[in-house]
């Protein structure tokens, strides 16, 4: 069955697992009453455009501040959120039904102590549009505002209960598309023809530009002359700007990629000041002078809407995303000095969290016919410049961190900061800033889109955070056990969702700041309907190709809505008030125990290695009829609405 798709992605309404066909049956996917686009993210560089700005600092003058805690302004925003996250989690835990478990009672308790309650997390990995899309299911089928995702099978809602909401390179891409577009559905952003059209590759520019050479020289020439203006203001550019800046074409809805969009403006959009929005956090490494391999003991830094830096020993401080760019010394601003804004640039940051693509970049640029000569002699101006080793950093010119814990910080006397991939030290998976005690995550749901084995993933991202926890890089935080990754194929653990650390008994406390680490919901790209997957540099992708990805992260997110598991939205609100009910004394309800009996990794380990792995289609029936991701669950736009044919399905014994 191949259905014709231009459009939208949507939920199947497929309640329990059967020997026969489920009848299709036809669903809309449409807003639920609240509108999904509001108005944008401001545009607040005060530059106007892609270049930063000197102004006027304000009267307290911005200063960094050391990590033992969380800044003001994320307690302050988190006050609101927390509470803002009780009746949607009181509605997702009363539609699954827990068998002897009273939702409105245990949250009535929990919500007289905001510390109680269930603090939910999701964590996007890296893997270019792949992760991206596969992403994108998962956060569709978690958004309650899509309808039908609280209908049977669903888990719609996890989204509206979620505190954080992290990615690092291609899942920070879709994180930072959402918000710079003020966390619009993905419904929205499928529907939007500025944004998320991969048909017309990075290199060849946007759609409606047209395949022209002329078309093509005016696309480039845009990117080159607003990283030129930021070079004409002072301030350095690599080959990460102009990454970010034709990124942003494809992500940011605004005319010409939204140049003057910043990071921290998300933080003045009138949702994220309501709180009615998880915390947003891109990743990236940091890489020490005359270093080009990074290590499990490199830097993590985290981008969120308040603060850019880093809880490792190494650094242990951040610095106001707003102001960076401004010659911080030793933390302060010198008397005299004055503050700059819009260096983080919402490209930029996107780009720095994913420079494993200005290699890409490199190599593809000069096949396109049409690249301007400006534009190729800029990126190779800048190449010689910096060497070849160092092609894939983004670089913050003044270093933030300049002479800050100058014993341990490896760029405390360079006046460059540089930032690489967030994956580049094999942590895929945004989980450091997750599991830092003070933020205290009872939940990660970490949705693994990695290239580990035949473009599929094997666990190698939650391996590198576990191995990481031993040395002293971690700070004292936790993880979960990980077995090895041929256990990961072995025993199928990276073709379903997979549980990790559920027993806290497991957990030995040896310093006063630790606490239990999260309970790891581990949700790995698996091919349920379609092959999702495809390369992480393929640089284009069909408007068919990205709905059967999509559709396949929704699938893998809802267990075929309940087909491959009727008690699937069960098994997620046990996660979600696992770590909770230790806290409240409660006993685990027994439909829990079933749910962890089925989910939970019991500790078995199959290191053997069984040759070339190559899955099989989770759900019956599904297959490929072209190239790539192309298959099963194809969408029909009837004019304004989407009615989807569900394909019939049934578990795979």
Partial sequence: MHLSSTLLIAAPLLATVSAEPIPQRDVSLVSTGTSLQVARALPDSPSGGYAPA?????????????????SKEEKDWLATRRKNTIQPMRDLLKRANINGFDADSFMNEAAKNISQLPNVAIAVSGGGYRALMNGAGFIAAADSRIKDTTGAGGIGGLLQSSTYLAGLSGGGWLVGSLFSNNFSSIETLLSENKVWDFENSIFKGPKEAGLSTVNRIQYWSEVAKEV?????????????????????????????????YTFSSIAESDLFKKADTPFPILVADGRAPGETIISLNATNFEFNPFEMGSWDPTVYGFAPTKYLGANFTNGVIPSGGKCVRGLDQSGFVMGTSSTLFNQFLLQNITEYEGVPDILIKAVTSILENIGEAKNDVSQIIPNPFLDWNNRTN??????ELDLVDGGEDLQNIPLNPLIQPVRAVDVIFAVDSSADVTNWPNGTALRATYE?????????????????????????????????????????????????????????????????????????????QRNDIIYNGWNSATQGNGTLDSEWPTCVACAVISRSMDRLGRQTPAACKTCFERYCWNGTVDSRDTGVY?????????????????????????WSSVVVGVVAAVMLL
């Fill in 410 to 415: 490896p760029n405390a006397d360079s006046i």
């Fill in 228 to 260: 030129a203006k930021k070079k004409d203001a002072g301030f350095e550019t690599s080959i990460t700007d102009y990454w970010g800046r034709a990124l942003s074409y494809q992500l940011i809805g605004d005319e010409l990629g939204g140049p003057a």
């Fill in 54 to 70: 000197v102004v006027d600092c304000p009267k307290t003058k911005p200063t960094l501040r050391k990590a033992v805690d969380m």
């Fill in 614 to 638: 190559m899955p099989e289609f989770r759900i019956a029936g599904a297959h490929t009829e072209d190239s790539g991701a192309a298959g099963i669950g194809k969408m029909v736009n009837v």
């Fill in 468 to 544: 990481r926890t031993f040395g002293s890089i971690s700070n004292g935080t936790l993880f979960p056990s990980i077995p090895d990754d041929w256990t990961f194929v072995n025993l199928g653990l990276n073709k379903r969702p997979t549980f990790f650390g559920c027993d806290v008994k497991n957990f030995t406390l040896s310093r006063p700041n630790q606490k239990v680490p999260p309970l790891l919901v581990y949700v790995p790209n698996a091919p349920y309907t379609t092959l999702s997957n495809v390369s992480t540099f393929d640089p284009s992708y069909s408007m068919d």
